[in-house]
């Protein structure tokens, strides 16, 4: 069975046409039902039913199917445990803004980077996310919910870069204007600092907003958190950020965790205000969020603006991360985490 949501429309064009004998047009109305976030060609009414029952055999939809959902009482914000067809789940999350609704979704099912602040990486990694699962988590939040989605963010589960080859032939799919057409400015990727990656993206001259998760302002810190800075160490990754963000022209985003006693010194600022010196950025702070088992706190509110502050006074601008669905445990892995454990007992 063919993954059919994972094609681009001359793709298929080709195939139907090469290996099905069907006219360009029949691609087209398929493609159409695909970009609209059908689940099944039964849906596709203007085909006939012997097509539609010829391109089951042949081709299957990935789906993400709703397992829980959870709705913050306080911003609206929802969260989804999704299923696919082999049963391995992945989180995603809908957050309302000012300027339109936002999906955070996975990119793996768990993952490899053991960052120790993260309930994603205590579960451990399964597999990859295809192209078209990825897309599906948008059309299942969109038809749940009714709405029409404007940013994404891959900042859910796993590391993106880690899932390279799937996760551009994505971009290049939800960004096709025969697709879901959404534009690259109003994406975000999310990485811990695969630095080979990162040359890679460089090179592939996208339009979206790299996000860099550095949250520490030196190896001995980061190495602690992140085991991934043991292989490319903090100026490794500063040296490809500073590349990028030439090469592009786009301002990178340098998330940072503020962990009370652990990174959010004032001292700890000031190292990171020198090393991020002439890169085009901005540094976006995160309460960490409480995971079970880590014992990490968010930091204060006062630690957290004299961070900014003494960043500010380094021409580094950087802002605290508005925090949505503190209700309903929004960032990635816990619920999955809690639905294993359930039925683990």
């Known amino acids: 069975m063919k993954d059919i949501r994972s094609y681009?429309?001359?793709?298929l064009t080709d195939e139907f046409k090469n290996e099905l004998s069907l006219p360009a047009f029949r691609a087209k109305q398929v493609y159409k039902w695909l970009s609209e976030g059908v689940s099944s060609f039964d849906e596709m009414t203007n085909i006939s039913k012997e097509m539609r029952n010829n391109l089951s055999n042949i081709y299957y939809i990935s789906v993400a199917t709703i397992e829980k959902k959870l709705v913050s009482v306080y911003d609206n914000t929802v969260k989804y445990l999704f299923s696919?067809?082999?049963?391995e789940m992945v989180e995603s999350v809908v957050m309302n803004y000012h300027h339109g609704y936002t999906i955070?979704?996975?990119?793996?099912?768990?993952?490899?980077?053991?960052?120790?602040?993260?309930?994603?990486?205590?579960s451990g990694f399964s597999r990859d996310l295809r192209p078209s699962e990825m897309l599906a988590q948008i059309h299942s939040a969109q038809n749940d919910l009714g709405i029409r989605i404007s940013n994404i963010v891959l900042m859910g589960m796993g590391?993106?870069?880690?899932n390279y080859d799937n996760v551009i032939r994505f971009l290049r799919l939800?960004?096709?204007?025969?697709?879901?057409?959404i534009g690259m400015r109003h994406i975000s990727l999310s990485t811990c600092g695969l630095v080979n990656r990162i040359y890679d993206?460089?090179?592939e001259k996208l339009q979206l907003t790299l996000s860099v998760s550095l949250h520490a302002p030196n190896d001995e810190i980061r190495s602690r958190t992140m085991p991934v800075n043991k292989r490319f160490p903090i100026d490794e990754?500063?040296?490809a950020c500073r590349k990028y963000a030439a090469s592009t022209g786009r301002r990178i985003s340098f998330e940072y965790a503020m962990i009370s006693g652990v990174n959010d010194s004032d001292e700890c600022a000031r190292e990171l205000a020198k090393r991020l010196k002439g890169i085009l950025c901005h540094v976006n702070?995160?309460?960490v969020n409480p995971v079970k088992g880590t014992g990490y706190r968010k930091s204060a509110i006062e630690r957290q603006q004299s961070f900014i502050r003494i960043l500010g006074r380094q021409g580094i601008t950087a802002t605290v991360r508005r925090t949505l669905g503190s209700d309903i445990d929004a960032s990635c892995g816990q619920l999955r985490r809690r639905h294993q454990e359930e039925n683990d007992r």
């Open 104 to 122: 955070c979704i996975s990119t793996q099912v768990g993952c490899k980077m053991g960052c120790t602040f993260c309930a994603t990486g205590q």
């Open 201 to 203: 993206l460089e090179k």
């Open 8 to 11: 681009t429309l001359a793709e």
């Open 285 to 287: 702070l995160i309460p």
């Open 159 to 162: 590391e993106p870069l880690d």
């Open 174 to 181: 939800v960004s096709s204007d025969d697709n879901i057409n």
């Open 237 to 239: 990754l500063l040296t």
């Open 84 to 87: 696919f067809a082999d049963g």
